[in-house]
């Protein structure tokens, strides 16, 4: 069914930028540029230097960035990593397949750990935090690297929905000893498949991670460092990448906020609902997703539906309760309510304001009846 206001729409994008996309495309397949040449060094750079950061190495998806951060700060068998159970599986994955095990912790009423719960989660054991910064706002880094310090742990930050959000002027991947960022499709800055990195200002970071990707690899003297991996950002999709980042991306972080600030305004004043409209003067969102909250999740989400309106929801439920997973139960109640209750509307760099009056007139409609 064809919705009348789509979640995401990858053929409008490509249709907007089509001439710049192919330029950059053509160009490495015309000259042969196909695995790490200048396109992925250069896009390195500007993202680097974008993030606020001295390095930045390109990986072929967010999760290898998350497990290639934590192995370069030294998290193996017997660590503990803290970090939260509102989050993409991947998150906790990379901590399980570095041997350590995750320790989850609630989240707060903006989706991001709940920094008041940290400190009673650190053991003898625990030697990094991993917060994640969810839907485009960044984690309360000002309280995470006091506690950080405190007790001398690796700061991690999963920045996969952040690119450009910021705590007090400085951007997400920018505070601990790794940021890790996805690139996947629907991320905020997407490429045509996956994609991922790593930013630091570590030197011995980045070059851990550059050899990682690089199966161990050191490429100057041909010298195996590690039983490492094959992960590198393809140069084409860094081609891509590096022209959405200079020429468009700031403009879309831009009309991101547009579209949330017109759905605060739609629906700020429907009472059964919670806008993700937060506090905090420190804190500049950039909205990879606008999510609500409301007891009535279900039937909204189908009266939406069947209004036209395709919505997502992350996650249906707690990540502990996959049993595969082996994760125990942590018992996390925010985490649990949130499952049963949040939604998220279309928001991307096409979503036209005639898109947010449709959405915002639909929900009106259904809290009306
Ligand atoms: C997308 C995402 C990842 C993983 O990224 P991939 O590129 O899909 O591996 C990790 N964490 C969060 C919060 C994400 O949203």
Known sequence: MAYKVPFVDARKHYATYKKEIDGAIIGCLENGDLIYRQQLKTFEENLASFVGTKYAVGLNSGYHALHFSLLAAGIGPGDEVITVAHTFVATISAIVHCGAKPVLVDVGRDYNINCDLVEKAITSKTKALLPVHLNGRISDMGRIMKIAEKYKLAVIEDSAQALGAAFDGKRAGSF????????????????????????????????????????????????????????????????????????????????????????????????????????????????????????????????????????????????????????????????????????????????TPEQVETVVNAIKDFYKR
């Not at 996956?194 to 199966?215: K, M």
Request: proline share 5%; net charge positive; charged share 20%.
């Open 176 to 351: 601990g000893a790794a940021g890790c960022f996805s690139f996947y499709p629907f991320k905020i800055l997407g490429c045509f498949g996956d994609g991922g990195a790593v930013t630091t200002n570590d030197p011995a970071v980045a070059r851990a991670v550059s050899l990682l990707r690089f199966n161990g690899e050191d490429r100057e003297t041909g010298e195996y460092h590690y039983h490492g991996y094959t992960a590198l950002l393809d140069n084409v999709q860094a081609a891509v990448l590096n022209v959405k980042l200079t020429r468009f991306f700031p403009k879309w972080v831009e009309h991101r906020r547009k579209v949330a600030a017109l759905y605060h305004e739609g629906l700020r004043g429907v009472k059964q609902i919670q806008i993700p409209d937060f506090p905090g003067k420190s804190f500049h969102d950039v909205f990879q997703n606008y999510v609500i909250r409301t007891a009535d999740r279900d039937a909204l989400r189908a009266h939406l539906k069947s209004s036209g309106v395709e919505t997502l929801v992350h996650w249906m439920k707690p990540v502990w309760e996959h049993k595969a997973l082996g994760l125990g139960n942590p018992a996390l109640p925010e985490t649990a309510a949130i499952c049963k209750e949040v939604i998220s509307l279309p928001m991307s760099a096409e979503t």
